[in-house]
Nanobody, 117 residues
Framework: QVQLVESGGGLVQAGGSLRLSCAAS????????MAWYRQAPGKQRELVAT???????NYADSVKGRFTISRDNAKNTVYLQMNSLKPEDTAVYYC???????????WGQGTQVTVSS
């Protein structure tokens, strides 16, 4: 089993930046695809960004050009750099991973991001 733990959330003013981290532990010795999701109150969870085991990335249109997903395999950590933050980015952000040799996915517990006007 794999545990994913997010950190780096908090309160920031519009136009500011935050960097979220997702640290993996447990049975982590497997190739994996990772992603960040977010969920605002009363809304469905939406996909924000993905990164494959080999570093290919994709972004939701709403964050393209502002957010960057990256990974450091030596540290078993995935990052989400968020720049030019807007109030509509306010949500709980969740880390997700699919581990190839496990044939299963894992979710983190989420970290709150609040962007004030």
């Amino acid at each position: 089993q794999v545990q994913l733990v997010e950190s780096g959330g908090g309160l920031v003013q519009a136009g500011g930046s935050l960097r979220l981290s997702c640290a993996a532990s447990g049975s982590i010795f497997s190739p994996n695809d990772m992603a960040w999701y977010r969920q605002a109150p009363g809304k469905q969870r939406e996909l924000v960004a993905t990164i494959t085991n080999n570093g290919n990335t994709n972004y939701a249109d709403s964050v393209k050009g502002r957010f960057t997903i990256s990974r450091d395999n030596a540290k078993n950590t995935v990052y989400l750099q968020m720049n030019s933050l807007k109030p509509e980015d306010t949500a709980v952000y969740y880390c997700w991973g699919y581990y190839y040799t496990h044939y299963k996915n894992y979710w983190g517990q989420g970290t709150q991001v609040t962007v004030s006007s």
